[in-house]
């Protein structure tokens, strides 16, 4: 039974109506990455990264915010593979969850979870962040934080996360530039590993030649007709 781990970037969830990161306008709006995703942005203006966060949160409950094919196709395929399927995911979007899927590592955090800054435990998040949404685990009560891994902070679940790549038979990029790290790192990984690497974006990233395959097209098409190989061929 091949064990798979799958890779998601922002390009699963763009035909879900949510921005990637790189497009023209990208997603971080007139905001400069420094002033909305990183420790030093937070310390200087914690309101104007609590409304950010708040914005984003409240877009997944647009109505016309939902799981696409993509998601669908990733939470069959774990549904219905016989070996373990792993979704290590860059999004910090809840559209995997919301498809189905179950094993779910968020790398970079969640929109629907919420932190405290010293203790570190990790609330869901119920309300919009404010001074006054504060923790319940240390007295003095912080204000709780985004759930979100900033530039310079470490991602989430590595050692989880590397263990998956290396006991993988096969690992699936999806929707990423391939530019940010240690996450454009795995597929070198997962090929010194002896696993099947495969490649499923728009257009080529920035990693694309360590693939050794590569399948271009939206997520919606490349995906589904994927996961249909997969769960056809001897398992
Ligand atoms: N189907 C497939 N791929 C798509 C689609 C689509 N419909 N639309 C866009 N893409 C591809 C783009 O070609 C691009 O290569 O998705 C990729 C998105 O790349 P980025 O915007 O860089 O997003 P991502 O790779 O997830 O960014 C990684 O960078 O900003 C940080 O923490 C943030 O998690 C994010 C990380």
Not at 84 to 111: C, F, K, P, Y
Request: glycine share 6%; charged share 20%.
């Amino acid at each position: 039974m091949a064990n798979i781990v799958i890779l998601t970037g922002a390009g699963i969830s763009a035909e879900s109506g949510l921005k990637t990161f790189r497009d023209q306008d990208g997603l971080w709006e007139n905001h400069p990455i420094e002033a909305v995703a990183t420790p030093e942005g937070y310390q200087a203006n914690p309101q104007l990264v609590r409304e950010f966060y708040n914005a984003r949160w409240k877009q997944l409950k647009d109505a016309d915010v939902a799981p696409n094919a993509a998601h669908q196709a990733l939470a069959r395929l774990e549904a219905e593979h016989q070996g373990r399927v792993t979704l290590v995911t860059q999004n910090v979007d809840d559209l995997h969850e919301r498809a189905g899927s179950r094993r779910v590592i968020h790398m970079h955090g969640q929109l629907t979870k919420a932190r405290c800054p010293v203790s570190q435990q990790v609330f869901p998040k119920t309300e919009p962040f404010s001074e006054s949404t504060v923790c319940t685990c240390c007295i003095p009560h912080y204000p709780l934080r985004p759930h979100i891994v900033w530039f310079g902070e470490m991602p989430l679940q590595m050692e989880r996360i590397e263990n998956e790549l290396a006991q993988c038979d096969l690992f699936i990029s999806i929707g990423t530039s391939g530019s940010v790290y240690p996450a454009a790192g795995f597929v070198e990984l997962a090929n010194q590993l002896g696993a099947q690497t495969i490649e499923l974006n728009l257009e080529p990233s920035q990693v694309a030649s360590q693939f050794q395959q590569t399948r271009y097209g939206r997520a919606s098409e490349t995906v589904v007709e994927l996961v249909e190989q997969i769960l056809k061929s001897p398992q």
